[in-house]
């Protein structure tokens, strides 16, 4: 197991507790914000079919369901999480389709029969080893269209070592909180996506934004 998310009793527990905003790292509001902004400043509009990966709670949906509505979808490895987010959206928009979220581990986009403008994993590869990334890219391809972006964030750092990121939390190269080199990162990406280095983009735990462009 890589990443206490996959067990999804613990999870049942929280969601149960009233804790699924503070589960996937708390920083509600300002986590969320920093995330639509950021999709905005990429161009995100109301008309591109848009999907979260690792989307728990919907602390970046509820934000993007407003402009995006019926176009928002999201994938969850957490079923309780997933439970969670249908509640979250509903409270935004009632007329969201609770098809959009789906419970899944496996990056499968199929069951949405869509493709997709812009794509969004943030915190994701946080927790995941570099084979969970190929995997995910891999099975996703086939539903972005040409083009498209799929932004992607990590913790900097070196292969062999545990270090302190800025904010003064420690990352692994082996375990979660993982940490990857831009070059490990890229040497990773399968020959269906473009690998981009984006770096810094003010998340207050350093996290650093790569942009993968589906060929
Ligand atoms: C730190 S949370 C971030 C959630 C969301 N992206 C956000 O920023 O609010 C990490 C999320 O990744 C999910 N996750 C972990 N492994 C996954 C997988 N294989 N497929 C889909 N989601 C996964 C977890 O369940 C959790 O909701």
Known sequence: ?????????????????GRHRD??????????????????????????????????????????????????????????????????????DPDFPPANLAANGDFALDTFDQFFDVGLAQSVFTHLPLSELARCLNTTAPYFKLGARLYATFFRGPPDRPVRQPSGKWSFADRDPYHFDPAAIE??????????WIGDWNHPRDLQMVAFTKL
């Open 23 to 92: 589960v996937i790292g708390g920083l509600w509001d300002e986590i969320g914000a920093l995330q639509f902004d950021w999709l905005a400043r990429q161009g995100l509009r109301s008309d591109h079919k848009f999907i979260d990966i690792g989307c728990g709670s919907l602390r970046a949906g509820v934000r993007l369901i407003p402009l995006l509505g019926q176009n928002y979808y999201g994938i969850d490895v957490s079923p309780a999480l997933i439970s969670a987010a249908v509640d979250e959206a509903l409270a935004v």
């Open 187 to 196: 040497a990773t990406t399968p020959p269906s996506w473009e690998f981009e």
């Open 1 to 17: 197991v890589f990443t206490f998310y996959l067990d999804e009793e613990r999870m049942r527990r929280e969601v149960a507790a």
